[in-house]
């Protein structure tokens, strides 16, 4: 897909993978429709787009709630124009073991409201925005490119279980809608990030991020720019269908 003058959506857009996912798109030509919850850190996103030369307009969203996620597309719509891509890479994380026990007596267990809140986000809101997506797509006869954001921890991570069975379902949820939507011109992908050098990462203590970045073949922590090259490519590769690009130097072998 050309992306001169088309509109993107990004969701999680204010920070981190999402705004470099942004940039890279903007500077490719495309205008960004960029959505977080932070209304501040969203507008400060903007204007640094925006000082860069690239046409970027700031939506608050939850995406996690049905509402939220159509007011937001309708006004992406009458203020930019129907997308014709849309990157869902906003997402959380409650970390907990299923169950931690000692002496076969039960201390901690995840507990439910963990589970739907990182479903909500990470699984619930990649399928709210991706349906506002195709239905702009294919109103206005539109392609267009739906590019879901998952991790490698898909395949399976102690103390996510909320978070790897959601970031499970997003590729699931590329495979299904590639097979769907081919037939109106939409194209999906699926992005799966290892350990990205962002702000989350940057609140580590020093020893543990030494100890992920020597489990890494590439013995360091990829960058922000490593996850929008990846998504920039879907976008670009017109034969790129319901496959998965993990982008994690080489940690999952």
């Known amino acids: 897909?050309?992306?001169?003058?088309?509109v993107i959506a990004v969701t999680g857009?204010?920070?981190?993978?999402?705004?470099?996912?942004?940039?890279?798109?903007?500077?490719?030509?495309a205008s960004i429709a960029l959505l977080d919850m932070n209304e501040q850190v969203l507008n400060e996103a903007v204007l640094s787009l925006q000082a860069e030369g690239i046409h970027a307009r700031a939506f608050v969203v939850n995406v996690a709630d049905e509402d939220s996620v159509i007011t937001a597309f309708n006004q992406i719509a009458t203020r930019m124009g129907p997308v014709s891509g849309c990157v869902s890479n906003a997402g959380i994380t409650d970390d907990a073991l299923l169950i931690k026990a000692s002496d076969k007596k039960v201390e901690k267990r995840m507990s439910l409201a963990?589970?739907?809140?990182?479903?909500?986000?990470?699984?619930?809101?990649?399928?709210?925005?991706?349906?506002?997506?195709?239905?702009q797509m294919i109103e206005a006869g539109l392609e267009g490119v739906i590019v879901n954001i998952s991790s490698i921890s898909r395949a399976g991570n102690m103390g996510q279980s909320n978070y790897a069975a959601a970031k499970a379902g997003v590729h699931a949820l590329?495979?299904?809608?590639?097979?769907e939507l081919a037939r109106?011109?939409?194209?999906t992908g699926t992005v799966a990030p290892g350990f990205i050098a962002t702000e989350m990462t940057a609140a580590m203590r020093p020893d543990m991020?030494?100890?992920?970045s020597s489990s890494v073949p590439l013995k360091r922590l990829g960058e922000p720019c490593d996850i929008a090259k990846s998504v920039a490519f879907i976008f670009d590769n017109d034969y790129?269908?319901?496959?998965i690009i993990e982008c994690d130097g080489g940690l999952r072998l």
């Open 184 to 187: 109106y011109g939409i194209r």
């Open 114 to 135: 963990a589970w739907q809140k990182v479903m909500s986000v990470n699984l619930t809101g990649v399928f709210l925005c991706g349906r506002e997506a195709a239905t």
């Open 240 to 243: 790129f269908n319901a496959r």
């Open 1 to 6: 897909m050309q992306l001169a003058e088309k």
């Open 174 to 179: 590329t495979v299904t809608w590639g097979k």
């Open 209 to 212: 991020v030494e100890r992920i």
């Open 13 to 29: 857009g204010a920070r981190g993978l999402g705004l470099a996912i942004a940039r890279q798109l903007g500077h490719a030509g």
